[in-house]
T-cell receptor
Framework: EAGVAQSPRYKIIEKRQSVAFWCNPI?????LYWYQQILGQGPKLLIQ????????DSQLPKDRFSAERLKGVDSTLKIQPAKLEDSAVYLC?????????????FGPGTRLTVT | GQQLNQSPQSMFIQEGEDVSMNCTSS?????WLWYKQDPGEGPVLLIA?????ELTSNGRLTAQFGITRKDSFLNISASIPSDVGIYFC??????????FGAGTILRVKS
């Protein structure tokens, strides 16, 4: 079974530029999560989707971050405009239907550097 | 908000030694989890704990859910080089959102 795929793996941009990350969850997984992991910290949930609907986006900085999951499969996370403090690894995770909340499968992440 | 404190922040041990790390919370949790993250990869779930006082093993790993529900411990016996990585604790109270600690970096001297 293929794991969670993310691209790009690395991205370097200047502050005030825009960037987008893509996630393809494990086939059949209804729930998809985006986490932000700042260097030296644990992952922090940004947004949770159930199929193509948002379940929790309470920690998403909505003035600059947006995410969508059209058709309930792939998802895109966008930052516009980026700030220096957005430098982090952005992890995507997915969870099978009917499994416990914490049984999430993480992708390898996209490392973003904002200069 | 909820905060998790992990200690130690990092450790450098000799291959074959046992390792202990712990995690404390400012509030109670109903579920404690331990993850390992290898460089360039996402976290992988190692052990899940559901009940205060519970002791659960996964191979050379043993984790305990503290009686107060505000702490958890992870032990690794007879460490090997592939144990290197970052170990995260995480907790959830209502099963709707994970709160992660900052991680313990484990380095093993071969």
């Amino acid at each position: 079974e293929a794991g969670v795929a993310q691209s790009p793996r690395y991205k370097i941009i200047e502050k005030r530029q825009s960037v987008a990350f893509w996630c393809n969850p494990i086939s059949g997984h209804a729930t998809l999560y985006w986490y932000q992991q700042i260097l030296g910290q644990g992952p922090k949930l940004l947004i949770q989707f159930q199929n193509n609907g948002v379940v929790d986006d309470s920690q998403l900085p909505k003035d600059r971050f947006s995410a969508e999951r059209l058709k309930g499969v792939d998802s895109t996370l966008k930052i516009q405009p980026a700030k220096l403090e957005d430098s982090a690894v952005y992890l995507c995770a997915s969870r099978p239907r009917g499994r416990s909340f914490y049984e999430q499968y993480f992708g390898p992440g996209t490392r973003l550097t904002v200069t | 908000g909820q905060q998790l404190n992990q200690s130690p922040q990092s450790m450098f041990i000799q291959e074959g030694e046992d390792v202990s790390m712990n995690c404390t919370s400012s509030s109670i949790f109903n579920t404690w989890l331990w993850y390992k993250q290898d460089p360039g990869e996402g976290p992988v779930l190692l052990i899940a704990l559901y009940k205060a006082g519970e002791l659960t093993s996964n191979g050379r790993l043993t984790a305990q859910f503290g009686i107060t529900r505000k702490d958890s411990f992870l032990n690794i016996s007879a460490s090997i080089p592939s144990d290197v990585g970052i170990y995260f604790c995480a907790g959830t109270l209502y099963g709707n959102k994970l709160v992660f600690g900052a991680g313990t970096i484990l380095r093993v001297k071969s």
